[in-house]
């Protein structure tokens, strides 16, 4: 099992850039298939991005492509989130997720979350 601890979110202007951490802990992070999600008031939990247990394969929701860039460093057992070009809609709790054999866009596939960092865009 793994635990995953979200942070750097905030409140910025548009136009403005975020960086989110999300650091696991328990079993071998390395392993893991990770992802990030956000979800609006409102709104479902929708994909954002996600990165296989290499980082040699990413994938990007199209409403965030060209601005958000998913990495991860196995070392520091964390997964990262650089938000650049930010929008009011990018407004949103973002969850970071981990699979251990599963990747992809759909929330089903990542039975382990953290709880959630709040990212507010002001226009």
């Known amino acids: 099992q793994v635990q995953l601890v979200e942070s750097g979110g905030g409140l910025v202007q548009a136009g403005g850039s975020v960086r989110l951490s999300c650091l696991a802990s328990g079993r071998t992070f390395s392993s893991y298939n990770m992802g990030w999600f956000r979800q609006a008031p409102g709104k479902e939990r929708g994909f954002v991005a996600a990165i296989t247990w290499s980082g040699d394969s990413t994938d990007y929701a199209g409403s965030v492509k060209g601005r958000f860039t998913i990495s991860r460093d196995n070392a520091k057992n964390t997964v990262y989130l650089q938000m650049n070009s930010l929008k009011p809609e990018d407004t949103a709790v973002y969850y970071c997720?981990?699979?251990?054999?599963?990747?992809?866009?759909?929330?089903?596939?990542?039975?382990?979350w953290g709880q959630g960092t709040q990212v507010t865009v002001s226009s």
């Open positions: 997720a981990a699979s251990f054999r599963s990747y992809g866009l759909d929330t089903y596939r990542y039975p382990y």
